[in-house]
């Protein structure tokens, strides 16, 4: 009988291989990490939407950054600040636009870090507070509308004017019709998903950065030099509250799902870091730059300033990749709340909300020309709700998880297969309705926004603690998270196909 | 996998150099119009940096894998930044403050986005790293 050597060498090493880092002595990349063989999950909607990220597709801080930075480099960021021009003096504007970032910077730092942790979605993250409808609902109300499809429609729109502006005579570039082309190409990327997402932002963050440059120093030259703009008054005087509020509505929402961002970061403080510089350095950069821009032109003529200065490629540039960045961001993260609830993939739901929102878009433009007022009412309504969802979300992962139930912060929000999640849980609801109408309508002083979150916060934290100290639960229903993560049971069926592949 | 970090080397040193040019010809504008200077400077540091940076991360990295990430990521920024010179430096705007100082930043600017999306295809090719990691 005659012994297998070669048999026992080989399971030896096998055993070796797996069970020893060999990669770190050797410099060799294992065949399968610990990670990747942990990963049991099926993911049926593309991109992880209902599922946790796995560890090859994780990316870097940097990557995060450009990511966030690209989804504000765009025209609306500007006209932000523009309005900030028309209120302030440029010391009073500075001021402003540092505070109002400051809030922006720690509520979006606090969720980016969520996100990392997690490796889920906003609207996956907020199956625990909310339910996992809850989730649905809340988030079509944060992003499935408002940053889905409603944003979405507002910046193709203002794509379509920035396009009449540079062109006027053109039929291709009147409102209506650069509003349809304009929400086509935006939808490429978005459907392609964190990739196509991350090579724009890649290929444009620092080309926007330094055409928005180019376009406030041309523009305070035109407009008469700096000493103009050091003096200048503002045409609309407001006080300091109403400012910060602007400039944290302005990109509040924003600031609430960077998860759909980080949960790709490698690094959770890295991923909130690449929110909150993005927002203190850039955006304060932003909206001083077209603050000044109105002080010395009178008016945030952006791309205006460009074409005065003879940088006209520049200036078609700076709006198309601009809005492009930042819209396929509202499209892929409004798409990625209706995966809950829908039979369909996300990318199909790309399309499907991005013909929508361009049909929108393109019919606003077609009736309402280049009224300025919707994106006014827009931001005044973003400003006001979409905090309380937020402060929610914070309570329960930091407040009720963490410090009251000493919960390991990657285990928060953890997803395991066979574990219940409610379908509907009351506490998140009643936090967010309660922080939502009193900040917003009730009390008037201070900071609406900020009201809203601080609000919903508090409430959310008191409840979720009291109630779980008496031994009540405020739920509905209960999902059992499968393989497939927090798909719909309708997707069953799409589960085999994708084991089938 | 070492001619690819000599190529990635040489551009981002090439980068160094030329955007040095640049922060000296911009700081030469400003006494001339410190409106055209100012974005001059900005684009000329924001390459002179990235680069200056990509070149001392990427010493200490060996790893393939790595080391095509970093990489990618610092001639994306300089790439980029090309994009923009492209645009923007041949423009009557800074033409008429020094014709000849805009054109020679036009041409730097073209190498650095063309030479730049070249190294980004070839790293990923090489190293499989993504080409937005």
């Known amino acids: 009988m005659f012994l297998d050597l070669s048999a026992i060498y080989t399971t030896a090493v096998n055993e070796r291989y797996i069970n020893y880092p060999l990669h770190l002595i050797q410099g060799v990349k294992p065949l399968t990490t610990a ?16 599922v946790p990220v796995p560890e090859e597709a994780l990316r870097t801080t940097t990557a995060i950054f450009f990511v966030f930075t690209g989804v504000l480099a765009c025209i609306a960021a500007l006209w932000g600040g523009a309005v900030l021009g028309l209120q302030y003096t440029l010391r009073d504007m500075v001021v402003v636009a540092i505070v109002g970032c400051l809030i922006q910077g720690v509520i979006g730092f606090l969720t980016a870090y969520m996100g990392a942790a997690s490796r889920l979605s906003t609207y996956a993250n907020m199956s625990w507070p909310y339910g996992r409808y809850g989730a649905f609902l809340w988030g079509l109300a944060l992003a499935g509308i408002t940053c889905g499809i409603g944003w979405f429609a507002v910046e193709t729109w203002l794509f379509g004017i920035m396009m009449h502006d540079l062109v006027p005579d053109n039929p291709l570039m009147s409102v209506g019709v ?17 990739k196509g997402i991350a090579f724009l932002s890649y290929l444009t963050v620092p080309f926007w950065i330094v055409l928005a440059s180019i376009s406030f120093a041309s523009g305070i030259m035109v407009g008469g030099g700096w000493e103009k703009v050091l003096t200048a008054q503002p045409a609309q005087p407001a006080p300091f509250g109403v400012g910060v509020a602007q400039v944290v509505g302005l990109y509040i ?69 601009g809005q492009w960045t930042t819209n396929d961001n509202n499209l892929y993260s409004g798409a990625l709340n209706f995966t809950l609830i829908s039979p369909v993939s996300r990318r199909a739901l790309v399309i499907i909300l991005g013909v929508l929102g361009t049909a929108v878009a393109a019919y606003v433009g077609f009736v309402a020309g280049a009224s300025f ?16 969802v937020a402060g929610t ?12 139930k ?16 409610p379908e509907i849980n009351l506490t998140g609801w009643i936090s967010t309705a309660i922080g939502g109408v009193l900040g917003t309508w009730v009390i008037t002083a201070g900071i609406p926004s900020l009201n809203s979150l601080l609000i919903s916060l508090i409430v959310y934290s008191i409840l979720a603690i009291v109630f779980d100290k008496a031994g009540v639960h405020l739920t509905i229903g209960k999902y059992e998270v499968r393989e497939y993560g927090l798909a719909p049971k309708w997707a069953v069926r799409r589960v085999s196909e994708a084991r089938k592949r | 996998m070492e001619s690819l970090k000599r190529y990635v080397n040489v551009y981002l040193i090439f980068s160094i150099i030329t955007s040095l040019i640049g922060v000296v010809l911009g700081a030469l504008l400003v006494n001339v119009d410190p409106y055209s200077a100012f974005p001059w400077l900005l684009a000329t540091l924001l390459a002179f940096l990235t680069s200056l ?8 990295i060996s790893e393939p894998y790595r080391y095509g990430v970093v990489s990618i990521q610092h001639i994306w920024w300089v790439a980029s930044v090309g994009f923009a010179g492209v645009m923007f430096y041949p423009a009557d705007y800074f033409r008429r403050v020094g014709g000849v100082e805009s054109t020679i930043m036009s041409v730097i600017s073209a ?13 990923h090719k090489e190293t499989k790293a993504p080409v937005a990691p």
């Open chain 1, 35 to 50: 990670e990747e063989r942990k990963y049991e999950w099926i993911d049926v909607m593309g991109d992880y939407s209902l």
């Open chain 1, 178 to 194: 650069a509003s349809i082309w304009g929400g086509l190409l935006m939808m490429t990327t978005a459907a392609i998903g964190i």
């Open chain 1, 253 to 321: 929402a924003g600031a609430t799902i960077t998860a759909d961002i980080s949960r790709f970061a490698k690094s959770r403080v890295g991923a909130g870091l690449a929110w909150f510089v993005q927002v203190m350095v850039v955006e304060v950069f932003f909206l001083v730059g077209a603050g000044i821009l109105v002080l010395a032109m009178g008016g945030a003529r952006i791309t205006e300033a460009l074409l005065a200065v003879g940088v006209g490629l520049g200036a078609y540039l700076l709006a198309v990749l």
């Open chain 1, 373 to 388: 007022d919707p994106f006014i009412s827009f931001l005044t309504l973003l400003g006001s709700f979409v905090p309380a």
């Open chain 1, 393 to 404: 979300l914070i309570a329960d992962f930091y407040i009720y998880r963490g410090l009251y």
């Open chain 1, 406 to 421: 000493k919960i390991p912060v990657t285990e928060r929000y953890k997803l395991r297969i066979g574990d219940r999640i």
């Open chain 2, 53 to 60: 940076v990509g070149v001392i991360r990427l010493r200490g």
């Open chain 2, 111 to 123: 190498i650095w986005l063309v030479w730049g999306l070249y190294l980004i295809y070839a790293v």
